[in-house]
């Protein structure tokens, strides 16, 4: 076979190669020319949106910066307003020393118990027929006079006779 031929031959086969590729690369380049419209369309509505957010950027900063002076102005009320609690709490506080101190002061005191214990129970009811006895026994009567009768004059006595 001569060299001719075979160069012919592969120059033949090189040659059917590229036009096979050569229509395959124009099918997809009408492919992209059909697509290409819509990508036209795309990049401006991808134009639009972000005009848009820059817009929303904007206003969302705007927005931040009136709340962040209305915040600073809320919080210089919240200060001036701390602040009149607090002397209004220290001179309540003096005035609550005061009127304890004018209390303990006019305080009249307290009755005399003459070294009487006070029992920590309430004497249970005695029959009738003891009554009479107490009639006769005046002591007993003053020392009924201090026995506790609900549980808050116990707790009261008790706390009277710790203080002694």
Known sequence: MPF?????VLIAILLVATIAYAMMLNRRLSELRKDQA?????AASFN???????ESIHKLTGSAD?????MQET????????EDLNFLIDRAGMSADKLE???RN???EPPAYAGKKVKDTVAPPEPKSSVKAKAEEPAL??????KPKTDAERELLKALESVR
Not at 4 to 8: H, M, Q
Not at 48 to 54: F, S
Not at 66 to 70: E, H, Y
């Open 4 to 8: 001719s031929l075979f160069l012919d």
């Open 48 to 54: 639009d949106a972000t005009l848009r957010a820059e």
């Open 141 to 146: 009567l003053e020392e009924e006079e201090y």
């Open 66 to 70: 009136d709340m962040k002076r209305d």
């Open 38 to 42: 819509e990508l036209e369309q795309l």
């Open 101 to 103: 101190e004018k209390v």
């Open 75 to 82: 919080l210089k009320k919240a200060e001036a307003l701390r």
């Open 106 to 108: 006019n305080r009249p």
